[in-house]
């Protein structure tokens, strides 16, 4: 793609050299072959001009960005190579941070102690090409302060199940309803023509926010 911000692209031009340095070296001790490496992304790149800094992304054709709970703002690129890992292989199950933790220890043979706290869940199978028992759980983000001025972010909660999405925008009283699988650039909100579908997961937000007492301010 092409990129007029000499600035940002110099930036990506150091990442890749760098990264291509610790490839290289990890040849040379012998160790790649040995060695996960995980490469991804925080989050999404910057979408607003909400305090008229100039942008050097794009994440269209999703929506906002950096700070938001939509699509732009946390569907991220990752990679991971590993020998146990189907090489060249595409997967577009839903995982997020959390999940490399326990997904680590199961790909080197660690067991989970009991008395961890644990967020995530293991993807090890979708990285060895297997079905996925992650298909249908719900994920959450919780995003609980707005920043009007600079990423342009609202405080809301979110729960993704399956090919639904829900944003419940709580200081609001606004409730946003998408199929992802259809409409990746959450453009046609559902919750008014599937309540059945909006209830069921603003009911999965409810609970969660309740039982991780999540920060309300």
């Known amino acids: 793609m092409y990129q007029d911000n000499i600035t940002y692209a110099a930036m990506i031009q150091s990442v890749d050299k760098s990264f291509g340095k610790l490839m290289e070296l990890l040849e040379s001790l012998e160790l790649s072959d040995s060695t996960i490496i995980v490469f991804t992304s925080d989050h999404g790149g910057l979408s607003n001009r909400g305090n008229e800094r100039k942008l050097a992304t794009s994440n269209l054709p999703l929506r906002a960005g950096k700070g938001h709970n ?3 703002g946390i569907r991220v690129p990752m990679f991971i190579k590993f020998p146990k890992v189907t090489k060249n292989s595409v997967s577009n199950e839903v995982v997020t941070g959390s999940d490399l933790y326990p997904t680590l220890l199961e790909m080197v043979g660690l067991p989970l102690q ?3 706290h644990l967020d995530g869940k293991s993807f090890y199978t979708i990285l ?3 079905d996925s028992s992650n298909k249908n759980r719900p994920i959450f983000w919780h995003s609980p302060l707005s920043r009007p001025k600079s ?3 609202r405080a809301n909660t979110t729960v993704r199940k399956g090919d639904y999405k829900l944003l419940d925008f709580y200081e609001e009283g606004i409730i946003e309803l998408y199929n992802i699988k259809d409409d990746i650039g959450e453009t046609n909100n559902l919750a008014k023509n599937q309540p059945t579908k ?3 997961l603003l009911n999965l937000v409810k609970n969660w926010r309740k039982e991780i007492n999540a920060y309300i301010k």
């Open 128 to 130: 060895k090409g297997e």
């Open 198 to 200: 909006r209830d069921e």
């Open 151 to 153: 990423t342009g972010d």
């Open 114 to 116: 009991k008395e961890q």
């Open 70 to 72: 939509y699509e732009g």
